[in-house]
């Protein structure tokens, strides 16, 4: 079962930037799409930010221009760069395979735009 540890979440006055980090065991990035996904609290978990196999990417309409998923295969990580981030940003964020496929979700990593 492959295991998603999310790391780089913290707090940031609107406005901020955060770079968020996932890794996971096996070589899971280098055989499936991946995204990021975000739950805030009352609310349902949604994709944010998705890249193919082939380094195409996609974004919620939400976060499309202040947001930037990378992968680096090599090193079986995922990334998340996050710019002028917005009270409406603050959740908790997760990395998985796009779609999850039933794959276990990992603790995820808050993040918090506030002033």
């Known amino acids: 079962q492959v295991q998603f540890v999310e790391s780089g979440g913290g707090v940031v006055q609107p406005g901020g930037s955060l770079r968020l980090s996932c890794a996971a065991s096996?070589?899971?990035?280098?055989?499936?799409?991946m995204g990021w996904y975000r739950q805030a609290p009352g609310k349902q978990r949604e994709l944010v930010a998705a890249?193919?196999?082939?380094?195409?990417?996609n974004y919620a309409e939400s976060v499309k221009g202040r947001f930037t998923i990378s992968r680096d295969n090599a090193k079986n990580t995922v990334s998340l760069e996050m710019s002028s981030l917005k009270p409406e940003d603050t959740a908790v964020y997760y990395c998985?395979?796009?779609?999850?496929?039933?794959?276990?979700w990992g603790q995820g990593t808050q993040v918090t735009a506030s002033s």
């Open positions: 096996g070589s899971i990035f280098s055989r499936y799409d």
């Open positions: 998985n395979s796009a779609p999850p496929m039933g794959r276990s």
């Open positions: 890249i193919i196999l082939g380094g195409s990417t």
